[in-house]
């Protein structure tokens, strides 16, 4: 196996580095490392993913990960990549939120031992005075300092939004972080998205001024979308890493529509695939971009990362279901994951024919509509093509006793869900 500088920067990893030593560090040496995680919702989202693989490669090349939940510096917010400021949390919202979060860092990295740890900048921030965090911290910084930084500045720029000095703030404490854990762990290193270069100078500066010692910084660039628009959103909203806030299937689907200019850039961040194999998927985007064997392995692999192997085959199951008879065979779960979008009508548990069934659910607006859609080979019941008026039967056609998913043409799909 190459080394880790090597791996890093061959999968783009590397934005900016503090020293031009870290690297060869990261090779010889066992660091302990650290990034932060914002507590603002239950969840991690894939925004956040890159940094957890980030942490989780590091372990696995002898260095020790720290995963940093804000639970006090969640309670102010960063201002960096923000364009207003936001919500302020309750105590308890803030301590559900955090609890989830530890849940889902376990699912990344190997806490056994002491391997990995996970912290809540809280243990030192709720007991820390304002008098003397000003004296400690304040005095070794200066406003020009913080002004300078690019996440202050950019909100300067908007001044009918403008910033808190709440949020100004926010640098003093994760720089005081820094050295809390450089203090408590022996942690030397912060890693984070390029937009938290700032903020990470800072503690490296805290440090060196009152500790008199060397620490180091290294960030990766924000994944984009080919647009340029933030990773991690899609049409309908976050696509988080928990299941029950985003299932299994729609993760999955969320990367096989990555678009082709950035897939290749996504199966080096985000997967474990080796070199060889990811230059063959970008070779096969670029002479064969209909077949999707990309965005297909991205999906399959990221998929598994997290949610496991049995989540990530069932996902790849359903997504190839979509326009088979293979329908049949997908659980009830992922059959509703599948068509959670579409239409869906109710209807009494009784016999009811096609052109009625296609008319209540809207893929027909009248009865000579529903019969030429029939006719031509445009209506499919449960992916079964049809050319004969015929009756949908509860007893026969439903599947899991309840469903029928019909469909008109390639893409137009409804959900007749049988009452009791």
């Known amino acids: 196996m190459s080394a880790l500088s090597e791996q890093l920067e061959w999968r783009g990893l590397v934005h900016q580095a503090t020293d031009d030593h870290l690297l060869k560090l990261l090779d010889t040496e066992s660091l302990t490392a650290y990034i932060g995680f914002d507590p603002t919702a239950d969840s991690l989202h894939v925004g956040s993913l890159l940094q957890l693989c980030n942490l989780r490669r590091l372990q696995e090349a002898g260095h020790r990960p720290i995963a940093l939940a804000g639970g006090g510096t969640g309670m102010i917010g960063d201002p960096g990549g923000k364009s207003e400021e936001r919500n302020l949390l309750s105590a308890d919202d803030l301590a559900r939120n955090l609890a989830a979060i530890r849940r889902q ?46 996440s202050v500045k950019a909100r300067f720029d908007g001044r009918d939004q403008g910033i808190s000095y709440t949020e100004f703030s926010y640098m003093l404490l994760q720089a005081y972080d820094f050295m809390q854990l450089f203090d408590k762990h022996g942690c030397r290193l912060q890693l984070g998205g390029s937009d938290q270069w700032g903020n990470i100078t800072m ?179 449960n992916n079964v093509q049809t050319r004969e008026g015929r009756d949908i039967d509860p007893g026969t056609d439903a599947l899991h006793g309840r469903y029928v998913v019909l469909r008109k043409g390639k893409k137009q799909f409804a959900l007749l869900r049988f009452t009791a």
């Open 105 to 150: 860092l376990e699912r990344f990295l190997d806490f056994t031992d002491g391997r990995a740890l996970t912290v809540d900048n809280g243990e030192w921030l709720w007991g820390v005075g304002l008098l003397d965090f000003l004296r400690d911290v304040g005095k070794h910084f200066t406003v020009n300092q913080m002004v300078a930084k690019e």
């Open 203 to 381: 503690g490296i500066e805290l440090i060196r001024k009152m500790r008199g010692e060397t620490a180091y910084g290294l960030t990766s660039p924000l994944v984009l979308k080919a647009d340029g628009t933030k990773f991690g959103k899609s049409e309908s909203g976050t696509v988080w890493l928990d299941a029950d806030k985003t299932s299994p299937y729609q993760f999955f689907q969320f990367f096989i529509n990555t678009e082709d200019a950035v897939v290749g850039n996504y199966l080096r961040y985000f997967t474990w695939l080796g070199r060889d194999e990811i230059e063959a998927l970008d070779a096969a985007t670029a002479e064969h971009p209909e077949r999707r064997d990309a965005q297909r392995a991205l999906a399959r692999e990221v998929t598994k990362l997290v949610h496991g192997d049995d989540e990530a085959r069932r996902a790849e199951q359903a997504a190839g279901a979509l326009f088979s008879e293979d329908i049949a065979s997908l659980d009830e779960r992922t059959l509703l994951d599948v068509f959670g979008e579409a239409p869906s009508t109710d209807v009494p548990r009784a016999a009811i024919a096609l052109s009625d069934a296609l008319i209540a659910t809207g893929l027909a607006s009248s009865k000579g509509e529903a019969r030429r859609t029939i006719e031509q080979g445009g209506a499919y019941v």
